[in-house]
């Protein structure tokens, strides 16, 4: 009798050990667990500062780059890279016309988008306008209009005391009725009547880098 007791307050013990082991075992597990959950939040809270201050590093670098870009670009194209009708020469922009016109209305579709007809004073300028116009004929800021035989360039200067490229036997003034200039093939130049239609050249400075 006294042994049963015995015997069955001992199992009594063990099961309240086994009792409280396995709630010593689960409750660490339980530990554990929130302690991991810690962990990969914690983790998660520095990978995604790590990221952010990554992308807002690559924005800045981005930007950058872009601007270094549109600076070269504009190194490259100083006439500007998405005006493709003006071309860079020796510190100016020139437009070849795709229209053929009289000298008149040349001159005054230059002023509109705020340039001239071309005034030509250096043998490289020259060069640049005759391979440029491919024997074409494109009318240039000189004239004789005002009075015959004085050919003037269009900002007023003195033709005939810089430098000419007038083809051989011109200006002849033919019909006395010949007192615009364009350049013809080889890039000479020629007088014509001023009504004659031809495209044309128009001259502006290039912007400032
Ligand atoms: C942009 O150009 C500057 C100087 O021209 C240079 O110091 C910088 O590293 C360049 N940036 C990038 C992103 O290439
Ligand atoms: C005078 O110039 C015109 C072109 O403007 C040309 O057609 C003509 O043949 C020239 N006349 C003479 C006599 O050279
Ligand atoms: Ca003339
Ligand atoms: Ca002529």
């Not at 795709?98 to 988008?113: D, F, G, I, N, P």
Request: neutral net charge; charged residues 25%.
């Amino acid at each position: 009798m006294d042994k049963e007791r015995l015997q069955d307050e001992l199992r009594i013990f063990r099961d309240r050990n086994f009792l409280r082991q396995k709630l010593r075992s689960s409750l660490t597990v339980y530990v554990l667990l929130a302690l991991s959950y810690l962990l990969i939040l914690i983790l998660f809270a520095v990978s995604l500062s790590r990221v952010s201050v990554l992308s807002s590093q690559l924005t800045k670098m981005h930007n950058e780059l872009k601007r270094n870009h549109s600076s070269n670009d504009f190194k490259l194209f100083p006439c500007g890279p998405e005006a493709r009708e003006w071309e860079y020469f020796s510190g100016k922009c020139y437009y070849f016309s795709l229209r053929e016109t009289s000298w008149q209305r040349a001159k005054v579709l230059c002023e509109e988008v705020h340039s001239r007809l071309a005034i030509i004073n250096s043998h490289a300028q020259q060069n640049f306008i005759m391979y440029r116009t491919r024997n074409q004929r494109f009318w240039i800021g000189l004239s004789d209009e005002n009075s015959e035989g004085e050919w003037k360039w269009i900002d007023g200067s003195d033709s005939t005391t810089g430098f000419t490229y007038w083809k051989e036997g011109e200006p002849n003034n033919s019909g006395q009725n010949e007192d615009c200039a364009h350049v013809w093939t080889y890039g000479e130049w020629n007088d014509v009547r001023c009504t004659y239609e031809c495209y044309y050249i128009c001259e502006k400075p290039a912007p400032p880098l």
